[in-house]
C-alpha cells in the first residue's frame, strides 16, 4: 500500500463514539450536534459504570466523558477505559474548569478537555482536534 | 462569609451559561441577601452541595415556561419533565462546576440534586448568609442563590 494510498485510508476512517454524562440532555445535545460525518454515535452511558460495561461489549474508538456523575466519575472511567484499549480517543467534557482537573484527566489517558457550557462549534473543533491526534 | 469577588463568580458564570446554550445572554441582577431563610423557589430546583475547603449549598430555581423556552433555544425537542428537571440540575452543575476555575480543586461538588414543585424541601442554612443572583432572560426570571461558609 502506498503512503497516499494509507493516507486516504486514515481521512476516511469512520468513528464510533459513545456518549457518557449523567444528562440526558447533554447526551442528547451532544448527539444532535454532531456535525462530523466520519463520527457515528452507537452508545450512550449514564455514568463511568455503564460505560465500562458498554465499553467491554463495544470498544468504540471516541469517547466524551462528564466527570461528575454517580456510581462511577469520569477520571475513574477514563483510567478504566484505557486498560481496556489504550488507544481510545477521550474528550473529557466537564464542568469542571480548574487547570488541575483537566491535568488529572490527561494523565489518566484523556486525550482533550472541553469546558461546559461549549458551543456546537467548540464541540465540533474538539472533536475533530481529536481525530486529528489520532492519525 | 462570601467576597464580593467570589460573588462576581457566580455571576459570570451564570452569563456564560446563558450566552453559550442559549446564544442569547441573560441579564443578571445585583446580588442580595436571603430574607428569614426563605429564598424565591420557582417549580424546578437544582441544587449542588458544596464541600472541602468551602462548604454550602448552590442552588438554581426557575419556573417551567422558562425552560420550556431555554430547552428549545438548546435545539431539544423533548419538553418533558424529566427534561426540564435534568435542565436545573444541570445549570446548577455547570455554574458551580465552572466556579472552580476561581476557588480551585478543593472546592468539591456534589451530583445534581432536583426538587420539582415541592418548594418546603428548598431551605437555606440559618447560621450562614446566602446570596441570590437575580436572572434575567427574556421575558423569564430565575435565580441563582449561593450560600458559602
Known amino acids: 500500500m502506498s503512503v497516499a494510498t494509507a493516507q486516504a485510508e486514515d481521512l476516511n476512517r469512520k468513528f464510533k463514539m459513545m456518549i457518557c454524562d449523567d444528562s440526558n440532555i447533554i447526551r442528547r445535545k451532544i448527539e444532535r450536534e454532531l456535525k462530523i460525518e466520519r463520527i457515528e454515535v452507537v452508545a450512550t452511558a449514564a455514568n463511568g459504570r455503564i460505560a465500562v460495561e458498554t465499553f467491554k461489549k463495544n470498544p468504540v474508538d471516541v469517547v466524551t466523558m462528564d466527570i461528575t456523575m454517580p456510581e462511577m466519575d469520569g477520571i475513574e472511567c477514563v483510567e478504566k477505559l484505557v486498560d481496556i484499549k489504550p488507544d481510545v480517543l477521550i474528550l473529557v467534557v466537564s464542568a469542571l474548569s480548574d487547570k488541575a482537573t483537566a491535568i488529572e484527566a490527561l494523565q489518566k489517558g484523556a486525550n482533550g478537555f472541553l469546558c461546559k457550557p461549549f458551543t456546537d462549534r467548540q464541540l465540533t473543533e474538539a472533536l475533530e482536534e481529536l481525530l486529528r491526534g489520532a492519525q | ?149
Request: with cysteine; aromatic share 8%; charged share 20%.
Open chain 2, 1 to 149: 462569609m462570601m467576597s464580593d469577588l467570589e460573588l462576581a463568580t457566580f455571576v459570570e458564570g451564570t452569563t456564560r451559561y446563558f450566552e453559550a446554550t442559549a446564544n442569547q445572554a441573560a441579564t443578571v441582577g445585583s446580588p442580595y441577601l436571603v430574607q428569614n431563610g426563605k429564598p424565591t423557589v420557582h417549580e424546578f430546583t437544582g441544587m449542588i452541595s458544596i464541600a472541602g475547603k468551602r462548604r454550602g449549598v448552590v442552588y438554581f430555581t426557575a419556573p417551567r415556561p422558562m425552560l420550556t423556552v431555554l430547552l428549545m433555544r438548546m435545539g431539544e425537542t423533548e419538553l418533558t419533565e424529566e427534561n426540564m428537571a435534568d435542565l436545573v440540575g444541570e445549570v446548577a452543575n455547570t455554574i458551580s462546576g465552572n466556579a472552580r476555575r476561581d476557588f480551585g480543586k478543593d472546592f468539591m461538588i456534589s451530583v445534581p440534586q432536583v426538587v420539582a414543585g415541592d418548594t418546603d424541601r428548598v431551605t437555606t442554612p440559618d447560621n450562614v448568609r446566602s446570596f441570590v443572583i437575580p436572572i434575567n432572560w427574556r421575558s423569564h426570571a430565575a435565580q441563582l442563590v449561593v450560600c458559602l461558609e
